[in-house]
């Protein structure tokens, strides 16, 4: 009876089953070190950004863990007659064990509940530490009549827990009063759907005009000789290379009423001096300015989808006797919206969060969210405001972003 023979070695001895398993092993080592970069940044850059941005939207620990006592009685407040003496023990120990630096951002964030309480908490602050023994409630109300205000005790409601919608419900210019119910915020504070409606209002205007001029420019890339076709893509990759100030600053200087536009329609005739057109610091000088900066997001998209249409399409509908436009709009169009949808979203997206081009050159009627939400960040210190409408903004583009998948297709989305 033959020998059976043994497992199969490779040169170096080794068998090959196990080689084999350890090349693999090797090659998924390599693949993962090389995924790896980028998922960390992916993570560190774009994950965890957003998580903190939605946590610090919803966040209300501050007033917590600056007033602990505070709130620990108020729970078992009636919330109908004066707090018992107990309880304004707690506040003025409260008072006495957190720093002044705590007590004012948390007294910002009360300001956001009801206005008053920030001069409230810094005028106690100042004249609670001489409060050393009972009654506390005589000497709270000495400090300031307002501890004798129920309201003011009510306002504390809306801070009770860790966490809050308030800021969203400010966002869209809503609150909640002293008993927790929802209700429009005072008629000289709603400003913040104003602007949710203008930034909706100007991202597709501007989607709408980039789509307008780009197309025929696409198109005319697509369909020149390449050497023309090379030429007029470096004209409209050139703003790609000049900085964004900078060409904001030109369109101020030529959009103002002394500037090269305004003095071109004069000299034309077709204006006189004193009816020059007011196309700076408003909501047209917005449209202008955004479209031409946003006009090559749209103009690449779909000229890398119409490179890919043979001219032969066009010309096998005309033998087939449809008209040149019959067949440009049955023929040519429909093969175009995988880079119309693309575009479209493109500019709508970087559109809607814009704040730079407005804050220049929108004066008070072209202001959009993202100033409002820059102003949160930068001069009023209400983060927790502004992030509550960034992640209105995320969620809104992510819905966009579904409705799309679900009408048009991601599949069917070419960039290039």
């Excluded at 304004?88 to 300001?111: C, H, I, T, W, Y």
């Excluded at 900078?246 to 090269?260: H, K, T, Y």
């Amino acid at each position: 009876m033959a020998e059976e023979s043994g497992p199969i070695l490779t040169a170096n001895g080794i068998p090959l089953k196990v080689s084999l398993e350890r090349s693999m092993r090797q090659n998924k080592l390599k693949a993962v070190g090389l995924v790896s970069v980028p998922f960390v940044f992916l993570v560190l850059m774009f994950v965890i950004p957003i998580i903190m941005l939605l946590v610090r939207s919803a966040d209300d620990r501050l007033v917590n863990d600056v007033f602990p006592r505070t709130f620990e009685a108020f729970k078992s407040w009636d919330q109908v007659d004066l707090p018992d003496e107990e309880m304004f023990k707690a506040v003025v120990l409260d008072f006495q064990e957190s720093k002044p630096s705590e007590r004012g951002r948390a007294s910002s964030r009360m300001n956001y509940a009801k206005s008053g309480w920030r001069s409230l908490v810094r005028k106690t602050g100042k004249k609670v530490k001489d409060v050393t023994e009972g009654p506390y409630k005589e000497a709270l109300i000495k400090i300031d009549k307002r501890w004798a205000n129920v309201e003011t005790w009510k306002s504390l409601a809306i801070m009770e827990s860790d966490w809050t919608y308030e800021y969203y419900l400010n966002s869209i210019d809503l609150k909640q009063n002293s008993d927790l119910e929802i209700v429009q915020q005072p008629e000289n504070r709603r400003v913040y759907n104003m602007f949710w409606w203008r930034t909706f209002l100007v991202s597709i205007q501007v989607t709408l005009f980039c789509l307008i001029l780009a197309y025929p420019v696409a198109h005319l890339l697509a369909t020149l000789p390449l050497k023309h076709s090379n030429l007029l893509m470096i004209c409209v990759l050139m703003p790609f290379w000049t900085s964004l100030l900078v060409r904001i600053v030109a369109w101020m200087i030529m959009l103002q009423q002394e500037g090269v536009v305004n003095s071109t329609l004069v000299w034309a005739g077709m204006l006189s001096d004193e009816n020059r057109l007011a196309m700076m610091y408003n909501y047209n000088g917005v449209l202008i300015v955004m479209t031409q900066i946003l006009l090559p997001f749209m103009i690449l998209p779909l000229y890398s989808v119409m490179k890919t249409i043979p001219p032969s399409y066009m010309r096998a509908a005309q033998n087939l006797g449809a008209t040149p436009s019959l067949a440009f709009i049955r023929v040519y169009m429909p093969q175009t919206l995988p880079g119309i949808g693309a575009g479209c979203i493109l500019v709508f997206i970087v559109a809607i969060g814009y704040f730079i081009t407005p804050e220049l050159v929108g004066g008070k009627d072209g202001q959009l969210i993202g100033n409002q939400i820059n102003y949160h960040m930068r001069n009023s210190l209400n983060w927790g405001l502004a992030c509550a409408m960034g992640s209105i903004l995320l969620i809104g583009i992510l819905a966009l972003y579904w409705v799309y998948d679900k009408i048009v297709g991601i599949d069917n989305m070419k960039m290039g």
